[in-house]
């Protein structure tokens, strides 16, 4: 599970061997994040100008997309503001910057990537989850974007990828959902 919003969280799940699941909580949003071509290189080398050391979180996240738009307004060399992640996305989505455009599909991109290390690092076979806030903000670009492209693009092992389902998590409060279940508060209603 992938949880783009305040910042990157990853957690998963493994059988427990009677039917259940063990949860695993992780800090793999802290992981490098690894350029996947020329275009992200560059991206990552402005973003490198300021920090010694560039997470997945620190650029796929709601607290990174600014960031990202403004290494890309940097690699495009075409000055812009500094824009908050609401207006970054909402212009995103209006297709009325493409500066913001490229940079939600850059995080979508990069994302995908990031997810498709994980499923392979962790084995996951049931299912990479994709929830938080940007993520539901995304709902109508995820299918359409190169997320899932990206998850699969392995070499070799894209074929181990192809056939794990991509699912995005919409529900409210799912995080305290899961948090009180792990707790075994009864939840009604």
């Known amino acids: 599970m992938l949880g783009p919003g305040t910042g990157l969280g990853v957690a998963a799940c493994i059988p427990n061997g009677a039917g259940g699941w063990i949860p695993l909580a992780t800090e793999g949003g802290h992981v490098t994040l690894a350029p996947a071509d020329d275009f992200e290189s560059e991206v990552l080398r402005a973003v490198r100008a300021d920090l010694q050391h560039v997470s997945a979180e620190r650029l796929l996240s709601g607290i990174g997309l600014p960031r990202l738009h403004a290494a890309i ?3 495009r060399g075409r000055p812009q ?5 609401e207006d970054i996305t909402a212009r995103a989505l209006a297709k009325s910057d493409a500066l913001c455009v490229a940079a939600l599909d850059t995080l979508c991109a990069m994302l995908g990537t990031v997810a498709g290390n994980l499923a392979l690092t962790l084995g996951a076979r049931g299912g990479v989850f994709v929830a938080g806030g940007i ?4 709902r109508s670009v995820l299918p359409a974007c190169r997320f899932r492209a990206r998850l699969e693009a392995k070499g070799r092992f894209a074929s181990c990828l192809a056939p794990v389902a991509t699912e995005l998590i919409v529900a409210d409060h799912a995080a305290l959902v899961g ?3 792990a707790a075994g508060v009864p939840l009604h209603g």
């Open 73 to 75: 307004v940097t690699v």
């Open 81 to 85: 503001g500094a824009l908050t992640p």
């Open 135 to 138: 993520a539901r903000r995304l």
């Open 179 to 181: 948090c009180a279940a």
